[in-house]
């Protein structure tokens, strides 16, 4: 069995293949990330996930080794300093911030799934993860304001499931979700820290790992959702 974690030089996605690596349960593990950082134990290959080539070229690379089981896509954006920042208003709104934060969120796990899904196997249990957000969710929105990285979610959750109806058709043991990771200390949520309540501010290593315990209990009925760090399903 093998798994990829695309995105693997973030802190989440680091703390999944570290956490796969030492788990002793795939036969390689591969830490795809734009930089092409090592990790022990896994198989680093670079690719910018916005260039098909690239992408084309990684999946070569992992398909020659045999078929995928486990992929997750862990990369993603919220904000970037002054220049990209969580929408307060409609008034803030730049198509700037809306064309790089979709380009990140949504069309760059989209293009890992066209390369992707063709790797796993036909009726064999496999699981293709997106990490996404509970602020994705139309219903369960409240708040209001993070035009452009709610938005993102909330498309990449309709491709989740876009892609569990068509792979329910050809390969019905193919898994796919949406996952939301909760709060984790990494440089994406450090700048919105301040209102979490206690406990609930996790290391990327606790997120991880409570993951990876939600993937293990997913069944084909699943396929098509979006779940939390404690497998409780989020509405869509």
Same mark, same amino acid.
């Given at each position: 069995m093998?798994?990829?974690v +695309?995105?693997?030089?973030?802190? #989440?996605?680091?703390?999944?293949?570290? *956490?796969?690596?030492?788990?002793g /349960?795939?036969? $390689?593990v591969? /830490?795809?990330?734009r930089s092409?950082?090592?990790i022990?134990?896994?198989?680093?290959?670079?690719?910018?996930?916005l260039?098909?080539?690239a992408?084309e070229? /990684?999946?070569?690379?992992?398909? /020659?080794e045999?078929?995928v089981? %486990?992929? #997750?896509v862990?990369?993603?954006i919220l904000s970037?300093?002054?220049? %990209?920042?969580?929408?307060?208003s409609?008034?803030?709104?730049?198509a700037?911030?809306?064309?790089r934060?979709?380009a990140? *969120?949504?069309?760059?796990?989209?293009l890992?799934?066209?390369?992707m899904? $063709?790797?796993?196997p036909k009726?064999?249990?496999?699981? +293709?993860?997106a990490?996404?957000? $509970?602020?994705g969710?139309i219903?369960?929105?409240r708040?209001?304001?993070?035009?452009?990285?709610r938005?993102?979610?909330?498309?990449l959750?309709m491709? #989740?499931?876009?892609?569990?109806?068509?792979?329910? $058709?050809r390969?019905?043991?193919?898994i796919?979700?949406?996952?939301?990771p909760?709060?984790?200390?990494?440089?994406?949520?450090?700048?919105?820290?301040?209102?979490?309540?206690?406990?609930?501010?996790f290391?990327p290593?606790?997120?991880?790992?409570?993951? =990876?315990?939600v #993937?293990?209990? =997913?069944?084909?009925?699943?396929?098509?959702?979006? +779940?939390?760090?404690?497998?409780?399903?989020?509405p869509?």
């Open positions: 093998n798994a990829v +695309f995105g693997s030089s973030g802190g #989440i996605g680091r703390a999944l293949a570290e *956490n796969l690596v030492q788990s /349960a795939w036969s $390689r591969f /830490a795809v990330s092409g950082a090592a022990d134990g896994a198989t680093p290959l670079k690719a910018d996930f260039e098909e080539a992408l070229a /990684a999946a070569q690379a992992i398909g /020659a045999g078929p089981t %486990l992929c #997750i862990a990369s993603g970037d300093g002054a220049g %990209l920042h969580p929408e307060k409609y008034r803030h709104q730049s700037a911030a809306f064309e934060v979709f990140a *969120n949504t069309v760059a796990p989209a890992i799934a066209k390369h899904l $063709r790797l796993m009726t064999e249990r496999s699981v +293709f993860a990490l996404s957000a $509970r602020v969710s219903s369960d929105n708040l209001g304001g993070w035009h452009a990285y938005a993102s979610k909330a498309a959750n491709l #989740i499931r876009n892609y569990a109806i068509e792979q329910a $058709r390969a019905p043991g193919n796919c979700v949406s996952l939301h909760g709060t984790v200390d990494t440089g994406l949520s450090q700048p919105f820290q301040s209102g979490v309540a206690g406990g609930r501010l290391t290593a606790q997120s991880a790992s409570y993951l =990876l315990g #993937i293990g209990r =997913l069944t084909p009925e699943d396929s098509g959702n979006c +779940f939390d760090w404690s497998g409780k399903e989020i869509p």
